[in-house]
């Protein structure tokens, strides 16, 4: 799955932290990143917050979202780079200021800010499923696949080819030596190759509409 960074510029108003909320919602959505959807959507809330309560409302500001190995990264970016962030605990409660980003702490693996010349860019990490290599949700099912996909694909590389790094064409032909293999698996056992075929296809039609039904109760 390509999960290419995206950037969105946005003016520093309380009434943008919702849209922002949603559309980082449904990226995740897209990107199959479902279980960590409440974790950043808090981080944007408090990152724009910040620049609304620190820098100022109706600042010119640019939230950028990127995956970096198995980490998603969530950047807010504007133009005042004396205004930094303070981290503060999450429990008190004779101060406000600070808080927003206890929260961000909390959740996320790391955050940081970085100063540029002319724009300071507050970011936070969070941890994924993802694993890093390939870029896939580590679901078992996955997992599994490509294990087993390493074994058949290995065994059609010349000697001394790096099998970590197989093209989309050999992995496709060895997704299709599997299937086959499998096939003469069940015929040498009298079972019912079509049946088994009919019953994996339903199964794994049912299992993405559950996969959909989540992202779109999120």
């Known amino acids: ?48 917050s ?30 005042d780079t004396r205004a930094l962030p303070v981290l503060r605990d999450a429990s008190a409660t004779d101060c406000e200021d600070g808080r927003g980003m206890a929260l961000v702490d909390a959740v996320a693996d790391r955050w940081g800010v970085l ?4 724009r300071k860019v507050t970011w936070c990490e969070l941890a994924t ?9 580590e679901a078992p099912g996955v997992m599994r696949a490509e294990a087993l996909l390493g074994l058949y694909a290995a065994a059609q590389l010349p000697c001394g080819t790096d099998a ?6 050999i992995t496709q032909e060895a997704v299709i030596d599997v299937i086959t ?3 003469h698996w069940l015929r040498a056992h009298g079972c019912d190759a079509d049946d088994v075929l009919d019953c994996a296809q339903t199964q794994f039609e049912t299992q993405i509409d559950g996969s959909r039904a989540m992202g779109r109760n999120l």
Do not use: Y
């Not at 897209?30 to 808090?42: F, P, R, T, V």
């Not at 620049?51 to 979202?65: D, E, S």
């Not at 100063?115 to 002319?118: G, N, Q, V």
């Open 50 to 79: 910040n620049v609304i309560t620190h820098v100022g409302h109706g600042t010119p500001a640019t939230l950028a979202v990127s995956v970096r190995g198995n980490h998603l990264r969530i950047e807010v970016h504007d133009p």
């Open 115 to 118: 100063l540029r010349p002319d």
């Open 164 to 169: 970590g790094r197989l093209s989309m064409s």
């Open 181 to 183: 293999d499998f096939l």
């Open 1 to 48: 799955m390509s999960r290419k960074p995206w950037e969105l510029s946005f003016t520093a108003e309380p009434v943008e932290v919702a849209a922002l909320r949603r559309i980082m919602r449904l990226h995740l959505g897209i990107w199959g990143l479902h279980d960590i959807s409440d974790e950043a959507q808090l981080c944007v809330s408090e990152l724009v």
């Open 129 to 137: 499923k993802l694993t890093a290599p390939h870029g896939h949700v």
